[in-house]
């Protein structure tokens, strides 16, 4: 079965510092990939993506994200944290042939940014 | 530009008491609309989606149902609240096509009590 993982439920940084958060999915076809950012008490808001191309993609607010397929994942980069990106971050997949209501969602990385 | 917009933002309910949050989407034509809900640590769960009035296909099966009465409104339903439905609730509307990325509205917290 499809799945994506997230396997840290919480992590802190330093602001300044730099930040890996992790994905990894489970797919047997070739996966569309979403980060998405979600603020207390607020939607989601689309960080960047990936559908096909040069692996290495660039998002909003100074993310980036590498797709890996021979490791299944697709990690979250930020090399300065700012306090303001203090928020929960999910990774999300849909299969290539698919539809949206196969979108699958991790369950989240919640980060800290200490001052 | 197209905007989405869901309310109320905060609600309280009773046990037994029926539900209406209603989702709309403005700017776009014959989006795909989506619920979801959020609970603690449980991430997102799709609760609904719809392609088109009248399409619904829900994903789990529950105590809850959704309608699309018209293009671009999307409504949660229920007629009877359980204390397990208290969660947090996101609408969401995209374009068709697997790579389109969703849209969420600023959800719904829903306290059934």
């Known amino acids: 079965a499809q799945s994506v993982t997230q396997p840290d439920i919480h992590i802190t940084v330093s602001e300044g510092a730099s930040l890996e958060l992790r994905c990894n999915y489970s797919y047997g076809a070739t996966p569309y990939l979403f980060w998405y950012v979600q603020s207390p008490g607020q939607g989601l808001q689309l960080l960047l993506k990936y559908f096909s191309g040069d692996t290495l993609v660039q998002g909003i607010k100074g993310f980036e994200a590498e797709f890996k397929r021979s490791q299944s994942s697709f990690n979250l980069r930020k090399p300065s944290v700012h306090w303001s990106d203090a928020a929960e971050y999910f990774c999300?997949?849909?299969?290539?042939?698919?539809?949206?209501?196969?979108?699958?969602f991790g369950k989240g990385t919640k980060l800290s940014v200490k001052p | 530009s197209q905007t989405i917009h869901q309310w109320p933002a905060t609600l309280v309910q009773p046990v037994g008491s029926p539900l209406s949050l209603e989702c709309t989407v403005e700017g776009t034509s014959n989006p795909n609309l989506y619920w979801y809900r959020q609970a603690a640590g449980r991430g997102l769960q799709l609760l609904f989606y719809s392609v088109g009035i009248g399409q619904i296909s829900s994903e789990v099966p529950q105590n809850l149902s959704a309608s699309r009465p018209q293009d671009r409104q999307f409504i949660l339903s229920s007629k009877k609240l359980l204390l397990s439905d208290s969660g947090f609730y996101l609408c969401?509307?995209?374009?068709?096509?697997?790579?389109?990325?969703?849209?969420f509205g600023n959800g719904t917290r829903l306290t059934v009590t």
């Open positions: 999300a997949v849909v299969y290539y042939g698919g539809s949206q209501g196969n979108l699958i």
């Open positions: 969401a509307w995209s374009v068709t096509g697997a790579n389109s990325p969703l849209h």
